[in-house]
């Protein structure tokens, strides 16, 4: 699992995605995140504003990251 560490949180997970590198722009994953391949703490997530938090595992097509406050 990869770590992506981030100066203050909360942070929407649209721009965890991206800042992650999963997707290439904040347009592909708001796709990804409404079409039901995002999941936040193992259960699936749909709003892309949704706020991430320390610790909090995001996941992308299998690929995982967890969120990590600096």
Same mark, same amino acid.
């Given at each position: 699992?990869?770590? %992506?560490?981030? /100066?203050?949180?909360?942070?929407? %997970?649209?721009?965890? *995605?991206? %800042?992650? /590198? *999963? ?11 409404? $079409? $039901? ?5 193992? $259960? ?9 938090? #320390?610790? #909090?595992? &995001?996941? *992308? #097509? $299998?690929?995982?990251?967890? &969120?990590?406050?600096?």
């Amino acid at each position: 699992m990869m770590e %992506l560490e981030i /100066s203050e949180a909360p942070i929407e %997970l649209y721009r965890v *995605l991206k %800042l992650a /590198s *999963l997707v290439e722009s904040g347009g592909e994953a708001k796709h990804a995140i409404a $079409g $039901g391949r995002v999941t936040v703490n193992e $259960g699936v997530e749909t709003r892309k504003r949704k706020k991430i938090f #320390d610790r #909090d595992i &995001v996941a *992308l #097509d $299998g690929k995982a990251i967890c &969120v990590k406050v600096r």
